[in-house]
């Protein structure tokens, strides 16, 4: 159904290039535009690192064609997805220009992570044929896509979104309402508020947050969702426990004062070597290769 399809993505930044990824290792063809020169030089070789790593054949990269034209880019697409950095004042001037030049029938997504599609969006004339699509990093090893249904995008245009990324290999999710944050990032950073939050009031060290979540319910979240878990310790305890922790639970509306005076003092993580933990340069490479090796093995495992 979509291996004659046409897609476009811009920008061959880490998302782009991994997005182009999925699609070309479908034998699907693929535009990727990016009007820097340095990023469409780099960016067959980031996808063929990626396929290297997985390991997958480099026949994919036959799909993948870079485009330094924007109109050239998006003019025959079936699907357009953006893949810009997180500012909306560009990915506004991006959708300007590709309304320009776009067929009248293309779908177009962005892969914001937390703007509201309606932000985004907002007044242009799409018809309806406008919709979140949210990655996560990186694109070609986590299944998930967030697919967020706007005021401005119809059931149609979500449907068909979805079935292009099931057909493609990824676990799309409709997301129903176009709130900030979506779905993913809104339960990741009330957790995030709280481990903060936490370590703010004296409660536990960072590298015991870190202990805690991975040692315990961290453990079953890859097969227990929290819904399921829920269900299963029955929603009777989970009223009892609610009853007694949630008027305790971190409700703060801006950051912590803890977060705040970190990023005024330079600590800003691994890219300074201090952030809540200290890091050498073994030691955020070691983080980075456990991660991409647990990401592989468990996209192998199944399939």
């Known amino acids: 159904m979509f291996s004659s399809s046409h897609i476009t993505v811009i920008g061959a930044g880490l998302m782009g290039c991994g997005i182009a990824q999925v699609f070309a290792s479908k034998a699907i063809q693929v535009t990727l535009y990016d009007p820097i020169e340095g990023a469409r030089q780099t960016a067959k070789q980031k996808i063929a690192a990626n396929l290297t790593a997985l390991p997958q054949s480099l026949s994919a990269l036959d799909f993948v064609h870079i485009s330094d034209n924007l109109e050239t880019a998006v003019a025959n697409a079936n699907f357009v997805i953006e893949a810009a950095p997180e500012k909306l004042p560009l990915k506004r001037k991006i959708f300007t220009d590709i309304l320009r030049f776009a067929r009248p029938d293309a779908i177009l997504a962005s892969n914001t992570s937390v703007i509201p599609i309606k932000d985004i969006f907002e007044g242009m004339d799409c018809n309806e044929r406008i919709v979140g699509c949210h990655w996560w990093n990186p694109p070609y090893l986590v299944p998930l896509v967030e697919v967020v249904q706007s005021e401005q995008s119809s059931l149609a245009t979500v449907e068909s979104m979805m079935s292009l990324l099931a057909f493609a290999g990824k676990k799309p999710v409709h997301i129903q309402k176009d709130v900030p944050g979506f779905v993913g990032n809104r339960m990741q950073h009330a957790l995030w508020r ?33 819904i399921e878990n829920a269900d299963l310790v029955g929603l009777d305890l989970t009223l009892d426990i609610h009853n007694v922790i949630l008027a305790s639970i971190n409700r703060d509306t801006v950051p912590s004062d803890i977060l705040k005076s970190k990023v005024e003092k330079g600590e800003l993580g691994i890219k300074t070597g201090q952030g809540f933990i200290h ?22 495992s199944k399939g």
């Open 194 to 226: 709280e481990a903060i939050a936490l370590i703010n009031d004296g409660v536990c060290t960072a590298e015991g947050i870190d202990t805690v979540v991975k040692n315990s319910f961290g453990l079953r979240m890859p097969v227990l969702g929290p």
């Open 279 to 300: 890091w050498t340069d073994e030691s955020a490479q070691t983080l980075r290769e456990n991660l991409s090796k647990y990401l592989v093995n468990s996209v192998n």
